[in-house]
């Protein structure tokens, strides 16, 4: 469809490219056109994205298991994720995408500054989600919100007097953690509010309604606490965790094996993340070589290779959204 | 008929020149810095031989401490891990590279009439990545070994102290390398074929290579993100195949499995392609069916994805999950079925020659046909309640892996080293070992038939002492079959250097690489070669003046003759 669309630059500049452009197609010995060239260097871009996309397949599987096992995990904990930070994210790397198909097409069209402007600002762009990105895992950090063992929520313990004297003791901490609201708003709990009823009812109205299963408890027909009680999916591992790891610490409303969510959320986006990376390597390459002129409308396979891939890491996170940060929003 | 030797065809005129792709360059670094798939499939050749031995030589050290219950050689951990590093060196560094990224590399491209794969730098950067996570294997075996069984089932290889870590990024950097290499061979697949060589015209080496390739690049990826959770289990606890933490280690058995039943595909579907050249070039006769053949090789790609429930049939699945399973493995039967009859029909009538890839040929009929029933034997759930873990799916796995694919391997090896080395091998050598090979593989692994459904598990170091004659029968057997491997290993590399020089075509092959001269040239085809059809063996005769075949009339257009495909 697209390969199509580009097909007929290559052909019409296949013959005259030779001398007339610095960055003149170099058909390789085994091919017969510089069009052959292309569609194969197209294909096999295509087949490694599969390869990528069922890598990620599986943890997308992962997510599905563990959401079907325990729902109650993921309607509780997703709240520890910040949405406005993930739209902003969402917004970033869809603008990214636009610049890149933008400068593919300013190769394709011999514009050249456009195109150099144009993968920088795709740079720029990557950065800039790798920055929020970076906020949002300082914040989970330092409070604890980590994967498997490494799961000790620095929220309050509300569930007696000493944990509720936790809780008012991190208050403390606020004012450096307002630059993240969405992330600290559990921690601004009073001491017998979880976060789930604080969304439910008393919280910032920015959140959704209340948190539901079904239709078993409607929209303020019982009180927000008892619509956070989701019960664990039976055929799901409950896991040992909570009686192994802190016997004592626990909320009373807060689910168990809660780590396995972050678990899962850290495996998804870090390897998300470790793509974008990838990305800004190749595009800063592609970045060097436009700046020396090797592109042009006889020879723009790689910035169109690279696009392809650069769409598909995109791809993946508006996926990632919604599934990770938009859990009953 | 004589007087069809005045034509040397294009083979002779490409041999006047002199110049093949083994003497065109010299020194280290032409090797090292090659993109000829020609050299990168023999650099690979090379390995994988040397995997072979080091699996094999894992292979008769288990063996041998089984020669007596308890202790003969070794203490229980250093069993276990001769078990394992056999295991993964065997599948990951032979088998599943054995036949696509060696021979495959070799003579898909001149089979098809192109020049080189479609990325010859990609095919290099495979072979180096192959390299590289060889090195990560060995390097596990000099840090403390792994213990685990090439499964890594957690929560097992999640606690173990010995170098899981190591091993699986080693597996996790090969399934890169095969999964380049299966996307080369798709897009050289697609993009390369010359005027003329129409689907239905491509050998069914290529056939199967393209369906080998098709699993590769859709099921290696899902063993990539497993093998990375479990390195990320190991260091940094994620909990995500811990139960303790909430996860979930049966989820860790269907992500392995999702590749890993697939992955036998990957194994024996070029294996079946080689059967296909074999059968047909040594019955002389074109093969049959060359249709079912060659979509049989995609529907058990296809199937392959839908029965990796079969490994699990007793780690907790639902009954109705475990009786679909069942159902759709009985239906992998049906393509693998299809094939070998066609490969036996081909053989009806037909002028058999017994030379020594045809020997392999038959072992294979034979070897897989038994691994491929008892195959039937596990996917049925009742029987597999029973006979589950024990030697008789040893038995299995090795009649299907060794007894098929490995002896196919072999058998390619025979068929395609005149043209790989230019040397004819020493045929009556060939022919004992194959012998060797067949009487100690059947002397090994069919007594562990019988071991299993008396009930031997696999894996254990210890056993009853009634077991005892079983497994001395079983040992005998393996030291027989290595016997016939190393036979093999000397008169090939005596012709390397004794060997007679090998003609265009020594065996009456009518696909495309034996149109060029033995060694080919170093870019195969100097234009596109004419395309027909790849068993008419109508016009091939054999000329006594060059001790091997020739083609009448080559300059025939493409097109002419009646191809199977149309």
Known sequence: MKGEAMLPAVRSAAAPADTAHPGAPRVAHHFATPVQQFESAQLGMWLFLATEVLLFGGLFCAYAVYRAAHPEVFIYAHRFLDARLGALNTVVLVSSSLTMAWAVRCAQTGRQRGLVGLLAATLLFAAAFLAVKYVEYESKWRHGLLWGRYYHPAHGHPAGDASGQAGTGQAGQEPANASAPGDERPMAAGPNQSPATIAAGAGPPSRGGPVTLGGAAGPGATPPAEATRIAASAAGPRGLAWHLRRPDSGRHDEPRNVQIFFAVYFLMTGLHGLHVMAGMAVIAWLLVRSIRGHFGPGYFAPVDLAGLYWHVVDVIWIFLFPLLYLIHG | ?566
């Open chain 2, 1 to 566: 008929m004589t007087s069809i030797a005045g034509h040397p065809g294009i083979a002779g005129r490409i041999a006047e020149a002199g110049a093949n792709y083994l003497s065109e360059r010299r020194g280290i670094l032409s090797w090292v810095f090659t993109l000829d798939h020609k050299r990168i499939g023999v650099m690979y050749l090379v390995s994988i031989l040397f995997s072979f031995l080091l699996g094999g030589v894992f292979a008769l050290l288990v063996r041998t401490e089984l020669l007596t219950p308890r202790r003969t050689i070794m203490d229980a951990d250093t069993y276990n891990q001769m078990f394992t590093l056999h295991g993964v060196v065997m599948i990951f560094l032979f088998i599943i590279p054995g036949i696509p990224a060696a021979l495959g590399n070799f003579v898909l491209p001149i089979m098809l009439g192109a020049r080189d794969v479609a990325f010859p730098r990609l095919n290099l950067f495979s072979y180096y990545l192959y390299v590289l996570g060889a090195v990560f294997a060995v390097l596990a075996i000099a840090t403390g070994g792994v213990d685990t069984g090439w499964t890594f089932y957690v929560p097992y290889s999640t606690t173990t102290n010995t170098s899981v870590t190591a091993v699986v990024l080693g597996a996790f950097i090969l399934g890169f390398s095969s999964i380049f290499t299966g996307i080369n061979f798709i897009v050289t697949i697609h993009k390369l074929r010359p005027p003329g060589m129409t689907w239905f015209r491509m050998p069914l080496f290529l056939w199967a290579l393209y369906a080998t390739a098709i699993i590769q690049v859709l099921a290696t990826p899902v063993l990539g993100i497993t093998l990375l959770l479990l390195v990320a289990e190991r260091l940094l606890r994620v909990g995500i195949f811990d139960p303790a933490l909430g996860g979930d280690p049966v989820l860790f058995q269907h992500f392995f499995w999702f590749y890993s039943h697939p992955a036998v595909y990957i194994m024996i579907l070029p294996a079946m392609g080689v059967m296909s050249e074999l059968v047909s070039t040594f019955s002389h006769k074109p093969i049959f069916g060359y249709r079912f053949v060659a979509l049989s090789s995609v529907a058990i790609a296809m199937i392959s994805f839908l029965v990796w429930g079969h490994h699990m049939f007793t780690s907790g699945q639902s009954p109705l999950a475990s009786m679909i399973f069942s159902f759709l493995t009985f239906m992998v039967a049906i393509p693998s079925a299809i094939k070998v009859f066609n490969w036996v029909a081909t053989m009806y009538r037909g002028a058999i020659d017994l030379k020594t890839p045809m020997l392999y040929a038959l072992w294979f009929l034979f070897l897989f046909g038994i691994g491929g029933l008892t195959g039937l034997f596990l996917g049925a759930l009742a029987v597999d309640v029973h006979v589950h873990d024990t030697y008789f799916v040893v038995a299995h796995f090795h009649y299907t892996m060794f007894g098929g694919v490995a002896m196919a391997f072999v058998g390619g090896l025979h068929y395609w080293w005149p043209k790989i080395t230019g040397r004819m091998y020493s045929e009556l050598w060939g022919r004992l070992a194959a012998l060797l090979v067949f009487v100690g593989f059947n002397l090994t692994f069919f007594t562990q038939f019988v071991l299993g459904t008396h009930g031997m598990p696999r894996r254990y170091y210890n056993y009853p002492a009634h077991f005892t004659s079983y497994h001395q029968h079983s040992t005998l057997g393996a030291y027989l079959t290595a016997a016939g491997f190393f036979l093999t290993a000397g008169y090939l590399i005596h012709s390397l250097f004794r060997g007679r020089r090998a003609p265009a075509n020594p065996w009456g092959g009518a696909t495309l690489e034996w149109q060029c001269s033995s060694p080919p040239p170093a870019h195969n085809f100097d234009r596109p070669p004419p395309v027909g059809d790849p068993y008419d063996m109508s016009r091939i005769r054999y000329d006594d003046a060059i001790g091997g075949y020739v083609t009448a009339e080559v300059a025939e257009p493409a097109g002419a003759g009646g191809g199977p495909g149309r």
